[in-house]
T-cell receptor, first 113, second 117 residues
Framework: DAGVTQSPTHLIKTRGQQVTLRCSPK?????VSWYQQALGQGPQFIFQ???????QRGNFPDRFSGHQFPNYSSELNVNALLLGDSALYLC????????????FGSGTQLSVL | AQKVTQAQTEISVVEKEDVTLDCVYE???????LFWYKQPPSGELVFLIR??????QNEISGRYSWNFQKSTSSFNFTITASQVGDSAVYFC??????????????FGKGTKLSVKP
């Protein structure tokens, strides 16, 4: 049973570009949450998707947007990239309405030059 | 506002030593949940424990133990007889949702533990 998978593992972009990161949740999970982890910091909550809608959002600008597909997979889009967007982006999946723990992927390392 | 503070940025111990990682939290909620995660160099966050605010019993799992004290808003983590494989960054986290199925976890900045042979 595959866990949470994220792609790509590494990505290099330049300022002003746009990027799309992808996440496939663990089998049986229907919620996907995205976190940004800057170097030397703890992960920060970006937003969470359930039933193809954004349910909760952290303190991130509108440049960060997402989508959830009918198969529960999700994308994180970041527009107009800034140097400060360089970070490890983690995806976590869960099962809504349960107390099952979250499962995290290994992340996508984004470098903005 | 919710906040998690891990004052220890880095800790270095020699194998077989005991080590305690500190976590202090702030919340106005009466119902909340506390977590510890381990992040090895691979980057994936590995779940270690989840406790709710109504259960202050300490918990032991093998070489790991946790001390939850509401009076001091602390949730400390002790590793007994540390091993080289325990080397990782450890995060304490807080949520107002059991299991975190809503996904909104507030993390501390983490403590990097290095266990030397």
């Amino acid at each position: 049973d595959a866990g949470v998978t994220q792609s790509p593992t590494h990505l290099i972009k330049t300022r002003g570009q746009q990027v799309t990161l992808r996440c496939s949740p663990k089998s049986g999970h229907d919620t996907v949450s995205w976190y940004q982890q800057a170097l030397g910091q703890g992960p920060q909550f970006i937003f969470q998707y359930y039933e193809e809608e954004e349910r909760q959002r952290g303190n991130f600008p509108d440049r960060f947007s997402g989508h959830q597909f009918p198969n529960y997979s999700s994308e994180l889009n970041v527009n107009a990239l800034l140097l400060g967007d360089s970070a490890l982006y983690l995806c976590a999946s869960g099962r809504a309405g349960t107390n099952e723990k979250l499962f995290f992927g290994s992340g996508t390392q984004l470098s903005v030059l | 506002a919710q906040k998690v503070t891990q004052a220890q940025t880095e800790i270095s111990v020699v194998e077989k030593e005991d080590v305690t990682l500190d976590c202090v939290y702030e919340t106005r909620d009466t119902t909340y949940y506390l977590f510890w995660y381990k992040q090895p160099p691979s980057g994936e966050l590995v779940f270690l424990i989840r406790r709710n605010s109504f259960d202050e019993q300490n918990e032991i799992s093998g070489r790991y133990s946790w001390n939850f004290q509401k009076s001091t808003s602390s949730f400390n983590f002790t590793i007994t007889a540390s091993q080289v494989g325990d080397s990782a960054v450890y995060f304490c986290a807080l949520s107002d949702d059991y299991g975190g199925s809503q996904g909104n976890l507030i993390f501390g900045k983490g403590t990097k533990l290095s266990v030397k042979p």
